[in-house]
């Protein structure tokens, strides 16, 4: 990208922010949210305005926009009237697409992902009425910071890339060796020893493995909260080795999924663009205990549900892995793909038709029962592996024996049944401004990525992302945020799962993620693995990966 912003770029945003930003306004309800979210997606613009500029700059923007809107809408109260308000997020989006933008039908449901149908079958608005609710949202001017934020980025991935291809031409990177290599599944330990080549690149030129133990600061309620490392002291951390090599990725191409004596340490993504991913699958071989990466030769998409700054979220969900880490599941918007990787088979099982775009499948994955979980906002569903049989479940069912939620404005730890139907929810009292990712429980406490309250601490700085970990029986709360000041996106911090007491999590940064561990009783965190640029979502405000490290459940 050129140094100074692209005067095309500078007179295309100029044109249409202000458009935008009423839109966003009005299916979030949230002035700021609504300018952050826009920022975001001309950011995006910025990285492929020289193939978008010629292509369909607004559609690409629109597909951004209003699906993370939608998206955080979900956890937080609006502004908006009472006859507005009372619409789903995904409703107020087709009515604001429909008759403040004048979209036709066809693009509505293409840039929200739903069915013709489902954009057919909502309300209608007063056009007038959404121009007087959204006419006091003031001009911004958003072109210089998003080509600014751009191009570092851009900078920074290419360095990732060229440091990347330097270190090995192997076909697979593993945790030792180039290629192919052995890597033990140890029990957890930690070392302060340099992985060997190919590794990842270091935020700093030299800097010495040293435990880090924060200062925790106890708040008024009893919650603790922990300032952790800035992002160029991450490379500098003690590492924890639970089974995850030390460096995620691969350089060349996976090889094909065939079946062997083996299970899945973790799952990944391949964007092949298009909004298409092809699963990739860390495996370990049982008896060598060597690790490889295969990939399964099957496309898979986002369902419409998920969206990370309305960009194709990579979809994979943190209990995309059986119990016994032989089978994988993802879901889809209409069938759900099963992988087994001992027998080698892929099947796709479809899914009933969704009457209603609250059917529509928002994720799902293993229960500790071994049955798929389905989620949807008004139809879960249970599924067979083996066979694809389903029944049906009650609202909020979820894989998660244990969850951290929202209930209006607190947090609140939820837990589920063995078949996943709902079985109890109680508010905790920490305030919290929203969720993002999924939550992960461990023998003791569950952990989940979040927008900590900015008057949490009044004497440290202001933090975008935080993780928030909860004893199982409430007993105590632990807030922990990176000291990046701010200088990241919201949806950087997200819970991956548990070794022992420890909660790995992974962090974004400006075109590069972490895989960290914090153990909660200590404040101590560690270094586990860094992700190469080849991997799916990295250093994005998105999942990433789901890991099965041989744990009762991770």
Request: with cysteine; glycine share 8%.
């Amino acid at each position: 990208m050129r140094a100074g912003v692209d005067p095309d770029f500078a007179a295309y945003v100029a044109a249409r922010q202000h458009q935008f930003l009423r839109a966003a306004f009005l299916v979030c309800g949230d002035r700021a949210v609504a300018e952050d979210l826009l920022r975001e997606a001309f950011v995006r613009l910025a990285r492929r305005w020289d193939t978008t500029r010629t292509e369909d700059p607004d559609g690409f923007v629109r597909t951004i926009l209003y699906r993370e809107a939608v998206s955080a809408s979900r956890h937080r109260h609006s502004v908006l009237p009472g006859a507005l308000d009372a619409l789903t997020p995904r409703q107020r989006a087709v009515v604001v697409l429909r008759a403040f933008e004048d979209r036709p039908v066809d693009e509505a449901a293409e840039v929200l992902g739903v069915r013709v149908g489902t954009v057919r079958g909502q309300p209608d608005a007063d056009p007038d009425l959404l121009a007087r609710l959204s006419s006091g949202i003031e001009e911004v001017d958003l072109a210089d910071t998003a080509w600014t934020l751009a191009r570092q980025r851009g900078q920074r991935r290419r360095r990732v890339f060229a440091l990347v291809a330097g270190a090995a031409a192997a076909t697979v990177v593993v945790s030792q060796l180039p290629g192919r290599g052995t890597v033990p599944t140890p029990v957890p330990s930690r070392t302060s020893s340099a992985p060997s080549a190919p590794t990842a690149p270091s935020s700093t030129s030299s800097v010495a493995s040293a435990p880090w133990t924060a200062a925790p600061r106890t708040l008024a309620d009893g919650t603790t909260y922990v300032v952790g490392p800035t992002p160029a002291q991450l490379a500098g951390l003690i590492e924890l080795r639970p089974g995850l090599p030390s460096v995620i990725g691969w350089t060349g191409s996976p090889r094909p999924m065939t079946g062997a004596s083996q299970h899945v340490v973790a799952v990944l993504a391949q964007d092949i663009g298009g909004g298409g991913f092809l699963p990739v699958l860390l495996l370990q071989d049982d008896r060598t205990r060597t690790q490889s990466y295969a990939v399964i030769q099957a496309v898979v998409t986002p369902v419409a549900h998920q969206s990370v700054m309305g960009l194709p979220q990579v979809p994979v969900d943190l209990r995309a892995v059986s119990p016994d880490g032989t089978r994988v599941a993802i879901v889809q918007d209409t069938d759900v793909l099963v992988a087994d990787v001992r027998a080698g088979t892929v099947n796709r099982f479809p899914l009933p038709n969704a009457a209603h775009q609250d059917d529509e499948p928002t994720g799902g994955g293993f229960t500790d029962a071994g049955r798929v979980v389905v989620t949807s906002e008004q139809r879960p569903l249970s599924m067979d592996p083996a066979t694809g049989a389903v029944t049906s479940l009650r609202r909020d069912a979820a894989p998660d024996p244990v969850r951290l939620t929202e209930r209006a404005g607190d947090l609140a730890i939820a837990t589920t049944h063995p078949d996943g139907n709902a079985a109890s929810s109680t508010t905790i009292s920490l305030g919290l401004s929203s969720f993002w990712g999924q939550s992960s429980a461990g023998p003791s406490w569950v952990a989940r990525g979040g927008f900590p309250p900015q008057d949490l601490d009044p004497s440290a700085r202001p933090a975008l992302n935080g993780l928030f970990v909860v004893a199982r029986d409430r007993s105590r709360r632990v807030v922990l945020t990176i000291d990046d000041g701010m200088d990241t996106v919201k949806g950087a911090i997200r819970a991956l799962g548990w070794v022992d007491e420890d909660v790995l999590f992974t962090y974004a940064n400006h075109g590069r993620t972490w895989v960290l561990a914090f153990d909660p009783r200590s404040n101590r965190l560690y270094r586990v693995s860094e992700v190469l640029p080849t991997v799916a979502g990295v250093g994005e405000p998105g999942p990433l990966l789901a890991v099965w490290l041989g744990n009762p459940r991770i």
